[in-house]
């Protein structure tokens, strides 16, 4: 459906503006500035998502989202969830690594979003190298080491092999550019609820 189709993209911009170097629109400068309080720190992003990112998109599509209210609610639900996964990871990354508290512009190299991704392959008797190319959801860069996790974010529920199968392509063409053999792949549906598949 193509209301189905205008959420997907919604959700997939309120994510890449969160992680965004953006000050206005940024989710990690939010998160980077907050105080250590957990439940707060979720609290603030999940307003700032609404009244900045989600909200206005909604505004702008409401002539094409008039029968789709089931659909959005759901959106709605998968953000919230969205933003509280993206409040924990970020969490943990500051704990681990305080350097980064306060310094959100470090935040956003070791947490990207829409990140281009090219390589060729060449094969024997092949008259030409394929390229391969595409843009991964997430790229999250293991601060002081090669280690990475490319992650692929799903809305709702698709075919589950097909959406495995463009993750994994993603992390192979990563992985044929990093020396590390300690990167995963995580593909994470919001359907609403947050269902993560991590595979290191």
């Known amino acids: ?40 720190r979720a609290d603030q992003l999940l307003d700032h998502t609404w009244e900045r ?3 206005p998109r909604l505004r702008r599509n409401a002539a094409v989202l008039q029968s789709s209210s089931a659909q959005v609610l759901m959106l709605w639900k998968a953000t919230q969830n ?3 996964w993206l409040a924990s990871v970020v969490g943990e990354l500051l704990e681990h690594s305080p350097g980064m508290r306060g310094g959100w512009e470090q935040l956003g190299q070791v947490l990207q979003a829409e ?43 698709a075919a589950p092999v097909v959406d495995l199968g463009q993750a994994a392509l993603y992390y192979l063409i990563l992985a044929r ?24």
């Open 53 to 55: 990112l989600l909200a």
């Open 1 to 40: 459906e193509p209301s189905n189709l205008l959420l997907g993209r919604l959700f997939h911009e309120v994510l890449a503006d969160l992680l965004s170097l953006d000050p206005v629109r940024s989710g990690l400068k939010l998160l980077a500035e907050s105080g250590a309080d957990t439940k707060r």
């Open 177 to 200: 550019g990093t020396p590390s053999s300690n990167s995963a792949l995580a593909l994470m549906r919001f359907s609403p609820e947050l269902e993560e598949h991590l595979i290191e």
């Open 115 to 157: 990140v281009p991704l090219t390589c060729e392959l060449h094969e024997p008797g092949w008259t030409e190298p394929v390229r391969l190319g595409g843009f991964a959801d997430s790229v999250l860069r293991v601060p002081g080491r090669e280690s990475f996790c490319a992650v692929e974010v799903k809305l709702g529920r």
């Open 82 to 84: 969205l933003t509280s």
